[in-house]
């Protein structure tokens, strides 16, 4: 079991509010650090299941350089396929739109991509999670757009607010992986640092 006692200083790179929640779910103290302007580009022919863990690892290389001795620090990024499209948040409710009528009634793949370094150590790893929607009316996305504003969400969407409760029918894989963190395979990989 991990405890406050646990060797690293832990930082989180993420601003967002789910991912604070979810880490602070696991009882350990960290801090948050995020650095301006990192690159989150990918090579076009890189298979869409491994396009998270590769931005997440690029995220963690550009801390290198400023890490102490023993800072351990969590970078993720978070993306949606459906088929061989891969959507990332989108820009604005037009962009919103298009990617909830295109999970609409489908099943679609939740991949976020994990890296945990040190100045020793690097572990990345991704974790990929089926859900399935129903299909959603134009009056459902519309007023899920006007209301929630999904826009730093990938795939336009945060399964733990109103269009989660009223459009997912299953689910297969990690929840919390869909709101943006694989909190119980980051617990395990933290347990074996």
């Known amino acids: 079991m991990i405890d406050e006692r646990y060797r690293y200083h832990i930082i989180l790179a993420s601003n967002s509010p789910r991912r604070k929640e979810l880490l602070s779910g696991l009882g350990l103290p960290f801090d948050v650090s995020v650095l301006p302007g990192i690159d989150e580009s990918y090579p076009p022919t890189l298979p869409a299941l491994d396009i998270a863990e590769y931005i997440a690892v690029k995220k963690a290389e550009a801390y290198r350089t400023s890490m102490s001795a023993n800072d351990l620090i969590i970078t993720a990024d978070t993306v949606v396929i459906v088929g061989d ?11 919103a739109r298009s990617m909830l009528k295109c999970i609409s009634g489908r099943t679609h793949q939740v991949a976020t991509g994990v890296c945990l370094t040190t100045k020793e150590r690097q572990k990345a790893f991704s974790v990929v999670t089926d859900v399935t929607f129903k299909p ?58």
């Open 85 to 95: 499209k891969v959507l990332g948040k989108p820009h604005d409710a037009a962009e």
């Open 136 to 193: 959603l009316c134009d009056d459902e996305i519309d007023y899920y757009i006007s209301k929630y504003r999904p826009f730093d969400k990938a795939g336009a969407y945060g399964i733990q607010e109103w269009i989660g409760y009223i459009g997912v029918t299953s689910l297969n894989g990690s929840y919390f992986n869909v709101m943006g963190l694989p909190v119980q395979r980051i617990y395990t990989e933290l347990s074996a640092f």
